[in-house]
């Protein structure tokens, strides 16, 4: 890789450096990975304990404070699902000490990282119970406020249908009902697996030295590592099986028609790249077979959009529907479909899908955490295509290759969120 420089550290820790000038922060993501299994619940809860106080800095006052002299440094945690697998990352953003003229914030900011990540405010051998407790129910708040964003709520229950016994199908935050049986014996347990068994992956994205970071990270470090954990390749399911239709009833207004697609294409094949095309001409924005013939030409979608899941092997639509144009709607976006396959794909929707995949991963360059996002992509799936690469790989791809791949792709699931009352659903 060009842009990018990776070092295999002591304890089973990989470093991936992006270093640029152009950038005033240097950005900061501890990533560790986890399989998306039966604790799925607790992974998701130990970020948000952890960001509540440490060994020092016991509380959000003190690590505000702390922040605040660090120039107005921002620190951060989240989980995100990468295919069947949780990525627990720890993240901060600090200026380049350089424009500053004080030495030593990039070590004190990994010190802190690290302060954070392994010794957290315990009460005996547990984490304190009010932080527990608290967040527990803060987690709790985010699950259930998924179903106030009926768009993001549709879009997961057309997975969860699709995925049903497949670990894909677990809600990245959690379940409800294993927050509510929490055991904060358990819970701590899992907090020492992560550190000593997750595969963890550091990305450091600024104007700075690889070697210098290499070393300051090293120093920083005292993580307990034992025998790293081996997470299983996501399963991708590649079947055409007969379409299933769920109809799930709510009270909204507008509906939402979901449809999921098996596309029988895994990440790190050639055929990847006419699939991400395949995606943007399809529903990848103004310029595609859905915006034009679904919204804006039969003006019978809100919004109609189709993106892929690239880990797990999934493209999905979504749009936002008049309940009772269900199945004219679901009649038109299947014409799209079938329009590619049959070759019918113009200069134009072809070309503008082309610029549009470009322009924005050439944005991406410019944006430190997305470029950690790609390479944290990338560092999933063992791919070794840098953002330049794919960009060229892109440009490569004519329009008989989408062809070719879209005939590869299934529907699988549709999905309707509808009004508690109407015709909808066949």
């Known amino acids: 890789m060009k842009d990018i420089i990776v070092k295999n550290l002591d304890k089973n820790i990989n470093l991936y450096v992006i270093p640029d000038k152009k950038f005033k922060t240097v950005y900061i993501s501890y990533c560790f990975h986890r399989d998306l299994d039966d604790n799925y619940t607790y992974n998701a809860l130990v970020p948000a ?14 690590i505000g404070t702390y922040l605040e002299e660090q120039y107005g440094a921002l620190f951060d945690v989240g989980v995100q699902k990468r295919g069947e697998r949780q990525i627990l990352r720890f993240t901060m953003d600090l200026v380049n000490e350089d424009f500053v003229g004080k030495d030593g914030l990039l070590a004190q900011a990994l010190y802190f990282l690290n302060r954070i990540i392994t010794k957290p405010v315990l009460e005996g051998s547990m984490f304190k119970s009010d932080y527990v407790n608290q967040e527990r129910e803060n987690l709790k708040n985010r699950i259930l406020a998924m179903i106030n964003d009926k768009m993001q709520y549709s879009m997961e229950r057309c997975i969860q249908e699709m995925c049903r016994g497949e670990k894909y199908a677990r809600y990245v935050l959690g379940s409800i009902d294993d927050l509510a ?69 709510m009270d909204v207004s507008q509906a939402k028609l979901n449809i999921g697609f098996r596309t029988n294409v895994s990440v790190n094949q050639d055929e990847y790249f006419p699939l991400v095309l395949y995606s943007g001409i399809l529903g990848g924005g103004p310029h595609s077979k859905l915006f034009i013939n679904v919204r804006e030409k039969s003006s019978l979608a809100y919004y109609a959009f189709a993106r892929l899941e690239k880990h797990k092997g999934l493209m999905l639509i979504g749009s936002g529907i008049d309940p009772k144009n269900y199945e004219q709607t679901l009649d038109i976006i299947m014409e799209q479909v079938e329009d590619i396959k049959h070759g019918r794909i113009s200069d134009t929707e072809f070309t503008a899908s082309v610029n549009a995949i470009t322009t924005s991963l050439r944005a991406a360059k410019d944006d430190q955490g997305q470029l950690v996002d790609y390479y944290l992509g990338n560092a999933v799936t063992e791919a070794r295509y840098t953002l330049e690469d794919f960009i060229s790989e892109i440009q490569k791809v004519k329009p ?24 909808a659903g066949r």
């Open 49 to 62: 304990i952890l960001k509540r106080g440490c060994e020092g800095y016991e509380d959000q006052k003190k």
């Open 181 to 249: 049986s929490l055991d904060p014996e358990k819970l701590f347990d899992v907090y020492k697996d992560i550190i000593k068994t997750s595969p963890l992956d550091i990305f450091i994205v600024g104007d700075v030295d690889a070697e210098k970071v290499a070393t300051l990270v090293n120093n920083s470090l005292d993580l307990e590592r034992s025998q790293i954990k081996l997470i299983p390749e996501t399963m991708i399911k590649k079947i055409g099986l007969k379409r299933r239709e769920v109809v799930e009833r």
């Open 400 to 423: 008989e290759d989408v062809v070719d791949v879209s005939r590869k792709v299934k529907v699988d699931t549709v999905y309707l969120l509808s009004p508690e009352e109407g015709d």
